[in-house]
Protein backbone atom coordinates (compact mmCIF):
# COMPACT_ATOMS: atom_id res chain seq x y z
CA UNK A 1 0.00 0.00 0.00
CA UNK A 2 1.22 3.99 -0.89
CA UNK A 3 -0.73 6.50 0.33
CA UNK A 4 0.01 9.69 -1.01
CA UNK A 5 -1.02 13.43 -0.52
CA UNK A 6 -0.26 16.30 -3.38
CA UNK A 7 0.42 19.68 -2.34
CA UNK A 8 1.19 22.90 -3.81
CA UNK A 9 -1.80 23.88 -5.97
CA UNK A 10 -3.12 27.19 -5.93
CA UNK A 11 -4.39 30.46 -8.37
CA UNK A 12 -1.71 31.73 -10.32
CA UNK A 13 -1.45 34.15 -13.07
CA UNK A 14 -0.33 33.53 -16.53
CA UNK A 15 3.68 33.07 -17.28
CA UNK A 16 3.75 32.24 -13.14
CA UNK A 17 5.12 29.04 -11.82
CA UNK A 18 4.40 26.64 -8.98
CA UNK A 19 5.75 23.68 -7.22
CA UNK A 20 3.26 20.48 -6.66
CA UNK A 21 4.59 18.08 -4.23
CA UNK A 22 3.39 14.41 -3.73
CA UNK A 23 4.50 12.65 -0.31
CA UNK A 24 4.25 9.22 -0.16
CA UNK A 25 3.64 7.23 2.64
CA UNK A 26 6.36 4.65 2.55
CA UNK A 27 10.13 4.57 0.86
CA UNK A 28 9.82 5.87 -3.20
CA UNK A 29 13.17 4.15 -3.93
CA UNK A 30 11.60 0.75 -5.28
CA UNK A 31 8.46 2.50 -6.62
CA UNK A 32 9.08 1.39 -10.36
CA UNK A 33 7.61 5.19 -11.59
CA UNK A 34 6.04 7.63 -10.38
CA UNK A 35 4.11 10.52 -12.33
CA UNK A 36 1.67 13.40 -12.35
CA UNK A 37 -1.59 13.44 -13.95
CA UNK A 38 -4.03 16.51 -14.76
CA UNK A 39 -7.99 16.33 -16.01
CA UNK A 40 -9.79 19.56 -16.91
CA UNK A 41 -13.05 20.08 -16.64
CA UNK A 42 -14.78 17.53 -19.60
CA UNK A 43 -11.70 16.48 -20.41
CA UNK A 44 -9.92 13.13 -19.88
CA UNK A 45 -7.19 12.29 -17.08
CA UNK A 46 -3.92 12.71 -19.35
CA UNK A 47 -0.42 11.89 -18.52
CA UNK A 48 1.46 15.31 -17.56
CA UNK A 49 5.13 13.90 -16.45
CA UNK A 50 6.40 11.04 -14.87
CA UNK A 51 9.68 9.48 -13.48
CA UNK A 52 11.01 5.88 -13.48
CA UNK A 53 13.22 4.25 -10.41
CA UNK A 54 16.26 4.81 -12.77
CA UNK A 55 15.93 8.42 -13.40
CA UNK A 56 14.37 8.27 -17.01
CA UNK A 57 12.12 11.08 -17.84
CA UNK A 58 9.16 11.37 -19.77
CA UNK A 59 6.72 14.79 -20.47
CA UNK A 60 3.59 15.89 -22.55
CA UNK A 61 4.44 17.68 -25.53
CA UNK A 62 1.95 20.65 -24.08
CA UNK A 63 4.49 21.11 -20.75
CA UNK A 64 8.29 20.12 -22.24
CA UNK A 65 10.56 22.90 -21.82
CA UNK A 66 8.12 24.51 -18.77
CA UNK A 67 7.26 21.68 -16.60
CA UNK A 68 9.99 19.43 -14.82
CA UNK A 69 9.45 16.48 -12.62
CA UNK A 70 11.65 15.48 -10.10
CA UNK A 71 12.14 12.84 -6.93
CA UNK A 72 13.90 12.89 -3.43
CA UNK A 73 14.29 9.43 -2.13
CA UNK A 74 14.93 10.87 0.93
CA UNK A 75 12.01 12.73 1.76
CA UNK A 76 9.51 10.49 -0.35
CA UNK A 77 8.39 12.96 -2.42
CA UNK A 78 8.12 13.56 -5.88
CA UNK A 79 7.82 17.49 -7.53
CA UNK A 80 6.56 19.00 -10.73
CA UNK A 81 7.86 22.49 -11.14
CA UNK A 82 5.35 24.30 -13.51
CA UNK A 83 6.77 27.29 -15.17
CA UNK A 84 5.38 29.66 -17.63
CA UNK A 85 1.87 28.24 -16.81
CA UNK A 86 -0.85 28.92 -19.20
CA UNK A 87 -4.50 28.97 -18.61
CA UNK A 88 -4.79 25.49 -20.67
CA UNK A 89 -2.66 23.80 -17.90
CA UNK A 90 -5.83 24.51 -15.07
CA UNK A 91 -6.68 21.45 -13.83
CA UNK A 92 -6.64 18.86 -10.85
CA UNK A 93 -3.25 17.10 -10.79
CA UNK A 94 -2.95 14.08 -9.41
CA UNK A 95 0.01 11.42 -8.30
CA UNK A 96 0.10 8.11 -9.38
CA UNK A 97 2.79 5.30 -7.84
CA UNK A 98 3.17 2.46 -9.44
CA UNK A 99 3.95 -0.87 -7.22
CA UNK A 100 2.51 -3.40 -7.07
CA UNK A 101 -0.52 -1.67 -7.67
CA UNK A 102 -1.42 1.71 -9.36
CA UNK A 103 -1.50 4.02 -6.33
CA UNK A 104 -3.37 7.81 -6.81
CA UNK A 105 -3.62 10.81 -4.47
CA UNK A 106 -6.62 12.97 -3.91
CA UNK A 107 -5.81 15.72 -6.14
CA UNK A 108 -4.45 19.29 -6.30
CA UNK A 109 -6.45 22.30 -7.95
CA UNK A 110 -4.59 24.53 -10.12
CA UNK A 111 -6.07 27.21 -11.65
CA UNK A 112 -4.05 29.87 -13.79
CA UNK A 113 -5.74 33.19 -14.17
CA UNK A 114 -5.38 36.82 -14.28
Known amino acids: QVQLVESGGGLVQPGGSLRLSCAAS????????MGWYRQAPGKQRELVAG???????NYADSVKGRFTISRDNAKNTVYLQMNNLKPEDTAVYYC????????WGQGTQVTVSS
Open 96 to 103: KATAENDY
Open 26 to 33: RSIFSIYA
Open 51 to 57: IFSGGLT
